[in-house]
Structure formats: structure tokens, C-alpha cells
């Protein structure tokens, strides 16, 4: 029958035969996938893995401290971070396209991921020939159920290295659900703000200001963030809640009156939904008593803001996303 600690053995073991003595890179994004599939990966081949986190400067507040800190003292992980946040301000600079935002997000993204890479590859040899990948089997059946190898474009002359990298992938998370990754990264040892994290855009809060993505707007948005997030775990409705974005409105201002006078401040957008799978959604009925705590404390708190407002709008035909 199944059993976490069954499972967990199977794949250790199956992983150490796949890899023998050669190497292994794994991507960890953050989420709840990857952090799985690398602890899995390190408890099999120990020091044989080197992951690599890339800061692209659009993470909520405390998530990139949860990969460095939290998940490397939860696994002992061999971890690299590649600080990209400028790299990847400069690129947005300007941009207000939301799918011109998710491009140049993406393709900066590969090319820091490929270089550290290269970098590793460069430390470490020939010998690493392996990429971890957190592959589900929802994701499997949608794909049409392939496996094999990754090739590597690398655009970047780094000493001697070949032009096409072929890796080949390690998914240890193929035959297995959300809830039963969840169930195997708690018996792993994870904490629960990785285990238990409702997903989050790979383009992260550069999808949630709409308008012009800047350093300021980024702190000011986490800011906002965190207190939403704080309030809706303070209530214990963290698991009623599928994801509840906070969207910063950059473009819009509208004239409010805080202390002695006028402002003309942005609206913060909450965006909470209930769903099965994100492919539809219902914009979820939080308690008055909650909002009223979560908009007074972004009015009070986060400069600049002196408007909550409250997206009523189900999937289709909104988006849970407003970019
Ligand atoms: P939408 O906005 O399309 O979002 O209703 C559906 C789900 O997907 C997440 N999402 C993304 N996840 N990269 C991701 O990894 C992306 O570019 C991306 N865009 C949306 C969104 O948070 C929701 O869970």
C-alpha cells in the first residue's frame, strides 16, 4: 500500500542507481514542487546535487530567506544563489506589457539559470549529467507523458564548455499528486511555509503591478502583501483559501484623506479565490471582520496607499491573476 516513507525509499534508491557517481543540478523556484524534488534528490546523492536559486528580485517578503535559511537547514542542501535582482529591473525597465513583462521575465530567468549552469560545470566537471525536475503526474498526463533529457543552449562562453549541454532528467515526482508531494516533503522534514505555500506565479509580483515594474513599487507591494498574507493566517484561513493575490494598481491614483490632509495614494487590489485546480475559480467570501483588519492595517502602514479594494469577479471571466 501507499505510504510516504515507501515511497520516499523507492525513489532514494532508484535515484542513487540513476545517477552512480556523476552529478546532479537542481532549479528550486521557491515552490513547493522543487523544494520536494531536491530534498528527495539530497537525501539519495547528498553532496552529488548543487541547486541553484535564482533571485530575480520579484519574491514576497521573507521567500527568498525561506530557500536560503529554512530549506537549506531543513536538507543540507548544497545550494547556489545567483542575486539577479538588477539584471532583471534593468530588463523590465519601462515595461508595462503584461505579456511583454512574462517574455523578458522568463528568458532572463533561463539565461541566469544557464549560466550558474555553466558555472557549476565549470567547478565541478563533465561528470554532471543529471537535472532535477519537479514534474507531477498531472503535469506527465498533460504532456502527453514523455521523459528524458534537457539540451542546453548555453549562450554563454564560459571556458571550454561545449556548446549543447545534454542533461538528462531526474523527476522522482512523476507518479505522485499535490497533496501526496506535501504529504513526502513534511515526512522529508520540510517546514510547513514550504510545504503548505499556495501556488505563486513564476513571474512572481512582476505580474502584480500593473503598470511599470520598479525597485519602490516591488517594496511597496511586499509590504502590502505581507500584511494581507499575515491577517489571513492570523484568521486560520489559509487553507480555505486557494491563493489570494495583492495587486498593486501603479498607474491609478485616486484623492483620499489620511491625518491632516489630502493624499493621492494607489489602490491595492485583494484578489482571494477558492478553487480545484485554477483552471476555474470563485473570488471567496472572506469574513467583513477580516478585510476591514487587512485594509485598515495597508492604509495605515504601507505609504503611498489609501485605497483596498476587493476583486468580485469568479473564473472565467476574470483571470486569478490580473496580469
Ligand atoms: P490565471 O491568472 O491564469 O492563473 O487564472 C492560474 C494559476 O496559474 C498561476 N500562474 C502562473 N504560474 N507562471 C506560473 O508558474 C506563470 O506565468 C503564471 N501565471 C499564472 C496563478 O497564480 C494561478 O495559480
Not at 45 to 60: A, E, K, N, P, S
Not at 199 to 214: D, Y
Request: aromatic share 4%; charged share 25%; net charge negative.
Amino acid at each position: 500500500s501507499w505510504t510516504t516513507g515507501s515511497v520516499i525509499e523507492e525513489q532514494v534508491a532508484a535515484i542513487r542507481e540513476q545517477v552512480g557517481d556523476k552529478r546532479a543540478i537542481c532549479g528550486l523556484s521557491g515552490g513547493v514542487d522543487s523544494a520536494v524534488a531536491a530534498a528527495l534528490v539530497q537525501k539519495a546523492i547528498g553532496t552529488q546535487l548543487t541547486c541553484v536559486y535564482v533571485d530575480h528580485g520579484l519574491m514576497r517578503q521573507g521567500e527568498t530567506e525561506q530557500v536560503e535559511k529554512d530549506f537549506v537547514a531543513a536538507t543540507g542542501v548544497q545550494l547556489k544563489v545567483v542575486d539577479a535582482e538588477e539584471r532583471f529591473l534593468t530588463a523590465l525597465k519601462g515595461v508595462s506589457d503584461p505579456e511583454e513583462k512574462r517574455k523578458i521575465i522568463g528568458r532572463e530567468f533561463i539565461r541566469v539559470f544557464e549560466q550558474a549552469q555553466a558555472e557549476i560545470i565549470a567547478d565541478e566537471g563533465p561528470e554532471v549529467a543529471f537535472l532535477v525536475q519537479g514534474t507531477l503526474y498531472p503535469d506527465v498526463v498533460e504532456s502527453g507523458g514523455g521523459t528524458g533529457t534537457a539540451n542546453i543552449k548555453s549562450h554563454h562562453n564560459v571556458g571550454g564548455l561545449p556548446e549543447d549541454l545534454e542533461f538528462k532528467l531526474i523527476e522522482p515526482l512523476r507518479k505522485l499528486f499535490k497533496d501526496e508531494v506535501r504529504m513526502v516533503g513534511q515526512e522529508l522534514g520540510l517546514p510547513d511555509e514550504i510545504v503548505q505555500r499556495q501556488p505563486f506565479p513564476g513571474p512572481g509580483l512582476g505580474i502584480r503591478i500593473v503598470g511599470e515594474v520598479t525597485k519602490e513599487r516591488l517594496d511597496l507591494l511586499r509590504e502590502a502583501d505581507a500584511i494581507a498574507r499575515e491577517e489571513l493566517t492570523a484568521a486560520g484561513l489559509d487553507r480555505d483559501i486557494w491563493q489570494c493575490p495583492v495587486v498593486l494598481l501603479a498607474d491609478v491614483r485616486s484623492v483620499g484623506v489620511q491625518g491632516d490632509g489630502r493624499t493621492y495614494g494607489h489602490p491595492i487590489v485583494l484578489r482571494p479565490v477558492s478553487s480545484e485546480d485554477a483552471m476555474t475559480a470563485d473570488w471567496s467570501r472572506l469574513p467583513y471582520d477580516v478585510l476591514a483588519k487587512i485594509s485598515t492595517r495597508i492604509t495605515n502602514e504601507v505609504a503611498d496607499v489609501n485605497r483596498v479594494v476587493l476583486d468580485v469577479t469568479s473564473k472565467p471571466p476574470g483571470t486569478i491573476e490580473w496580469e
